[in-house]
């Protein structure tokens, strides 16, 4: 148990308090007009001795005859720990929130002082004016022990304010777990040898405990993502009082607190997972339970790449082509790639943030491909990293791959491109047309999703030719006609 010693009054000291009823006070003095008997003046005003021989005493600075303290000895001789004690009727009620504040003064020694709330004490006087052993009786519940002395008290008649349980402790209350009817105050049997006057003892009720925590903070979402922070925002959580704020977490790490609904964390590390959780408080120290996240942070790279303009070769790789951005990546119509050698492969590969798929989102070719309309790549949210390879069929074995040299990246104005091909209605609901003027039969066509799945593959029926994609769920696939001298390429929106 802490102890404070203060030097201001008790009423700066109950400034750290609220929803305090009116507290109840206890002052000591001897109201007898003759002199006191024999040790000291007996105890009056609704206060009984519990054991030992407490009594009125005066305080050793002042005048003899003013008995305005009460006075407790403790005392450790003959290996017997002897003490005195003294108890008042006051109703403690169960669950209630209470302090009890003593303002006293040290006479001699390290005397330790216990307080209780108690059922059934007696009076019980020790007539030879000496210290006994305390009560036995088991209805009773510890509100606090602490060191009777003020530390650094100054001048003689110096005393202090000490507050049980302190308001700085952990448990700043004391909550009886039933009703009690007295209230007890004792110099400790258990401490060292040594006195203590009390001029001045204050109970206050806090009413009852508050102990209902607010709702978990619903619909915990990642409003923003970026390579090193992360924005995150949730609904309002109530409480049968009041939310007083959130606390925010990462990775069971405390990150800060806020009154709003939203929340930035910073200083993170790029392509991170992060664990983010938000809980509410209220004034009572209250806490719901935690809603959880996870996030992973961005690529550290620019937010989106447009490929227009033709590739400076001598900075690329001879056999691969690699770009990343953090959200998207656009192929503009005219952006084509050849290889040096015929019968190559081109493949794309879309790569998330520490993650890869491998996925065929854009077309196989012979030799080269060339965009027919713009394609923009970000099918995940954490798209990143368009990766092309060209790769030859080994003769024979069409399950073993060699590659070679890029030959070529370039751009070629939307003017000088040939529209053989048209796909209409775009997007469309349930029916695709795809005209091609050159039809010779022998055109295949392929429909794949954005992960490279296959979904439809068969040749062209006419110059004109319908396909169902009713079942098709919505979103964004790829078109690919082949025909003996040229692939084609169109993105299809499904509704």
Same mark, same amino acid.
């Given at each position: ?99 009890? =504040?003593? $303002?006293? +003064?040290? &006479?001699? /020694? ?6 209780? *709330? !108690? ?16 009560? =036995?009786? $088991?209805? +009773?519940? &510890?509100? /606090? ?6 530390? *650094? !008290? ?342």
């Amino acid at each position: 148990m802490k102890k404070i010693c203060f030097i201001l009054s008790l009423a700066v000291c109950m400034a750290y308090l609220t929803h305090a009823q009116t507290p109840t006070v206890y002052t000591f003095r001897y109201n007898g007009t003759e002199d006191p008997p024999p040790c000291c003046p007996d105890l009056n005003n609704n206060w009984k001795s519990s054991h030992g021989s407490p009594c009125y005493a005066a305080h050793p600075a002042y005048n003899y005859w003013s008995y305005d303290n009460l006075k407790l000895v403790t005392s450790y001789t003959n290996s017997q720990r002897k003490s005195e004690g003294a108890f008042v009727s006051y109703s403690f009620s169960k669950n209630n929130n209470y302090r009890v =504040s003593f $303002t006293l +003064k040290n &006479l001699d /020694g390290s005397p330790y002082m216990e307080v209780y *709330g !108690a059922n059934g004490l007696t009076e019980k006087k020790d007539t030879s004016c000496g210290e006994s052993a305390p009560q =036995s009786i $088991t209805d +009773k519940e &510890l509100i /606090g022990i602490d060191l009777a002395v003020c530390s *650094g !008290a100054g001048p003689f008649p110096y005393y202090c304010d000490i507050i049980i349980p302190s308001p700085l402790s952990t448990d700043s209350y004391w909550n009886p777990s039933k009703n009690y009817s007295q209230f007890w105050v004792a110099s400790s049997h258990q401490g060292g040898s040594g006195s203590f006057i009390i001029q001045q003892i204050t109970i206050t009720d806090y009413g009852k405990v508050e102990s209902d925590p607010p709702k978990t903070p619903g619909n915990l979402r990642a409003t923003a993502i970026e390579s090193k922070k992360i924005t995150v925002a949730w609904d309002i959580s109530t409480d049968n009082t009041r939310v007083d704020g959130y606390e925010i977490y990462c990775d069971n790490k405390k990150s800060g607190t806020t009154k709003d609904t939203t929340y930035t964390l910073t200083d993170l590390k790029p392509c991170t997972s992060y664990t983010i959780e938000v809980r509410a408080y209220d004034p009572y120290d209250n806490y719901s339970p935690k809603a959880a996240l996870k996030v992973k942070t961005r690529i550290d790279l620019p937010d989106d790449i447009v490929l227009q303009d033709p590739v400076n070769l001598s900075t690329m790789p001879n056999k691969e082509y690699i770009v990343q951005a953090a959200n998207s990546i656009t192929l503009k119509t005219g952006f084509s790639v050849a290889a040096r050698d015929a019968k190559e492969y081109f493949h794309c590969k879309i790569s998330g943030c520490g993650d890869s798929f491998s996925s065929n989102p854009l077309p196989d070719n012979e030799e080269s491909f060339l965009m027919e309309e713009d394609i923009s790549m970000n099918p995940y949210s954490e798209t990143d990293s368009l990766l092309l390879t060209n790769e030859e069929f080994v003769y024979n074995n069409p399950y073993k791959q060699a590659t070679s040299e890029i030959f070529d990246i370039s751009h070629s104005p939307p003017s000088d491109i040939h529209h053989e091909v048209l796909i209409y209605p775009n997007p469309t609901s349930n029916m695709v047309t795809i005209a091609y003027q050159l039809f010779t039969g022998r055109e295949e066509i392929i429909i794949f999703d954005i992960t490279g799945k296959s979904l439809f593959n068969n040749r062209l029926s006419g110059s004109i030719s319908n396909i169902d994609v009713s079942d098709f769920s919505p979103g964004i696939y790829f078109i690919k006609i082949m025909t003996q001298e040229k692939i084609f390429v169109k993105k299809l929106v499904k509704k």
